[in-house]
């Protein structure tokens, strides 16, 4: 395979977009990347989506992008792994470039779920389990991951607080970055006043559903001078996706497997990644993300957030965009905004939240509760 | 890229299979490709489905499935093109061999239509064509392509029954799959007389849904020795998702463009495909791609029907195990039966529908009405 670089990246807020269609959502974040890059079109289009066949009553979305962004006729294709189909299209776009058959690639990642109501959306979003077995006994996808975090929590001995640190740093990063979907600080207090959900899970532990789209523009890297974004890592793992069949419910072997892969492709170690975007759907799997990841022995993830390392000052920073918590959730779009957080970081463009001499930094987007886990190391080169 | 050839094939038959999960479905047919590869397992899945967030509630199938045929913890995606589902998932597994990345992937298309009552598996289906736009006027799919064989009927003069040849054919040829949903020859008569679905498209024009699943294993061309099926070409294309959007909608502007590019990878022209296997949705489908393919001037597909030109001894064979039309439409599984099928035909493993000699064999997949069309091209080599 042939070295890949990201030439561009576009964003758009994340927000209740009552007034854009889902194709304008994906279009606004598709411009925004190709005028980043400085072209008029890419050769092909990768679509990661869950939700649009469900709340939107739209498929063949590759299609229906390619066409609304001006690409009229490429190759255009949707992939789909529950929350975590944006950076499993990435991934098809990535492969699509090193394989040689196309000379760039835009990869947009869209999602609008708030035209529908709240439990509706609870009952779309189940589709990411197993629908033979957990969802037919009427568990929710909150309900799958209380049930974990109460199990990590009895196991290792933490108190529901520990895990305060994760949504207060989300929220905290969030205020610097225009386009999350929460800007408002949180306390310890508050964290453990909030409204419960699926006990041991409230609502300041959950991150919000919302709208918006991000994207990323693929070329090969020789096409390139000068500084540039490499992938220098991309791997794709999964698991059972019933969490009652894993060997063990509380490690996530998809992000071991995933990210060991990364590692080696990438050539380097956990301790060498600057900035990890993990996926935090809930605050339980940002602990389990830093475990599974090597960045905290098992059963200790919560004490990194608890010491302050994972701050954009920390030994690990996460979240420096706000996170699935506080930058927002819109499930299929969720893989490319943390790319597109990741190279934002790698640029030196993240202000107060930025890290310090960021140079190889870390996404990683999980499908269902831990069953599709997909891995990207970006690393920036002169 | 590195050449890719097909090891393994397999398949269900076609049916309503009230008694298998999606899942069961999608293993009977990868199982059988895994032993006729003589292997075990393969590195990778790619799923290629259209219909189960909406009819079974399951979201991240890649996984769900990879689960299921025991390949625990391999890499697994889903791709959904609507109708061209299953090209576009065998067209992801051979990037991802070709490229270097995956040493095999088992390339599964599924799908389980019938637990759902008929207007709503209706609904589901409008998710192909634009919601914004067509689906919003109360327009079906088969309302659509409707309009579309109206009006080439009136700018080429050709009568309804004119059509029958590409019906008859497919009835005729499904006799001898064991594998194909309907089994019962048709005649002119019976085409003329069948009930309307809408109007000039009848029952016999349209090809039946249905549950099944069909499976390939693609490897690196130069692990085998002797006797190869080689991928020599593939291509995928796209055309406004909105048939009223199209420069002309009577030409198939993607299957000109994916086929033109599928030809030129091969090294071949039409007049080398020994056969041909299109996607007759309907039967002014199998018009259109006979033309836009370039075996047909504009507007004379009807006439290679009447030629006897489209059987199995004719000039140009197409459906010779049934097609859409007889042996069966399970939407996102049909690029794979058509692959499957071209397989068998280059085996000489057909019958009494067998092509004589048959050396390179085209299959085409079509999503929406025209809007996604991918083409493969398989040769045997010695």
């Given at each position: 395979?042939r ?15 009552w ?111 197993d629908?033979?077995y ?8 909150v ?44 306390t ?7 409204s ?21 523009i ?31 419910p ?7 497997a ?7 492709m ?8 600057d ?12 602990a389990?993300?830093?475990e ?36 927002g ?30 140079r ?23």
């Open positions: 395979m070295p890949v670089a990201i030439l561009g990246i576009g964003q758009t807020k994340i927000d209740e977009h007034d854009k269609s889902l194709k304008e959502l994906a279009g606004e974040a598709a411009f925004a990347a190709l005028n980043d890059a400085g072209i008029e079109r890419a050769d092909s289009l990768f679509v990661g989506n869950m939700l649009s066949p469900i709340i939107n009553h739209q498929n063949q979305l590759g299609t229906h992008i390619a066409d609304w962004v001006g690409m009229w006729g490429a190759e255009a294709t949707k992939i789909e792994a529950a929350c975590g189909s944006g950076a499993a299209a990435f991934r098809a776009g990535l492969m699509a470039v090193a394989s040689g058959e196309m000379e760039s690639a835009l990869v947009v990642g869209v999602e609008k779920m708030t035209d529908m109501a709240g439990h509706d959306v609870t009952s779309a979003l189940a589709t990411a389990a629908a033979d957990e969802v037919e006994q009427g568990v929710s996808f309900g799958l991951n209380a049930l974990v975090m109460r199990r990590y929590m009895h196991e290792f001995g933490w108190k529901h607080a520990d895990f305060a640190p994760f949504s207060i740093n989300a929220h905290a990063n969030a205020m610097h970055n225009p386009n999350a979907r929460l800007h408002q600080t949180i310890l207090e508050q964290f453990e006043k909030s419960m959900v699926a006990t041991p899970i409230n609502l300041l532990d959950a991150s919000p559903i919302g709208d918006g789209a991000a994207a990323a693929l070329v090969p890297a020789e096409k390139l001078k000068g500084r540039k974004i490499m992938v220098a890592g991309s791997a794709s793992a999964t698991d059972t996706i019933a969490v009652h069949s894993r060997r063990d509380l490690f996530l072997a998809a992000a071991y995933s990210s060991k892969r990364a590692y080696g990438a050539g380097v170690t956990s301790a060498e990644i900035v990890f975007e993990l996926h935090d759907a809930f605050s339980i799997m940002s389990l993300s830093l599974a990841c090597g960045f905290a022995e098992r059963g200790q993830g919560p004490r990194l957030g608890l010491d302050g390392e994972i701050t954009p000052k920390g030994r690990v920073p996460v979240c420096t965009r706000g996170g699935l918590k506080a930058r959730h819109p499930v299929g779009a969720t893989g490319l905004y943390q790319i597109v957080e990741v190279v934002q970081q790698l640029r030196g463009e993240c202000g107060e939240t930025q890290v310090a001499d960021a190889i930094g870390m996404a990683q987007n999980i499908g269902g509760s831990g069953a599709t886990i997909l891995t990207h190391i970006l690393r920036v080169t002169d």
